[in-house]
């Protein structure tokens, strides 16, 4: 999953801001629930996730986050 790290975090962010709150609350009676589909296989995402991230704008983002940080 090469050049995927936005969608895998958010994913991870999800299912975190889902437990945390589950454990803070749940001995008080509070439930927490997440919704968080898989992919949903259209034209766009085909084109995205079957074919190679192009290296030029891997290169480009990386050179943005280093300049950022």
Same mark, same amino acid.
């Given at each position: ?13 999800? !299912? ?45 983002? !990386? %050179?943005?986050? !280093? %300049?950022?940080?």
């Amino acid at each position: 999953m090469y050049g995927h790290a936005a969608y895998a975090a958010s994913k991870a962010g999800t !299912l975190g801001q889902t437990k945390v709150p589950a454990f803070e609350w749940g001995p008080h009676g509070f439930t927490t629930n997440a919704i968080s589909p898989a992919v949903v296989e259209t034209e766009l995402v085909e084109q995205v996730w079957s074919g190679p991230v192009s290296v030029e704008l891997a290169d480009s983002v !990386l %050179r943005l986050v !280093l %300049r950022a940080g």
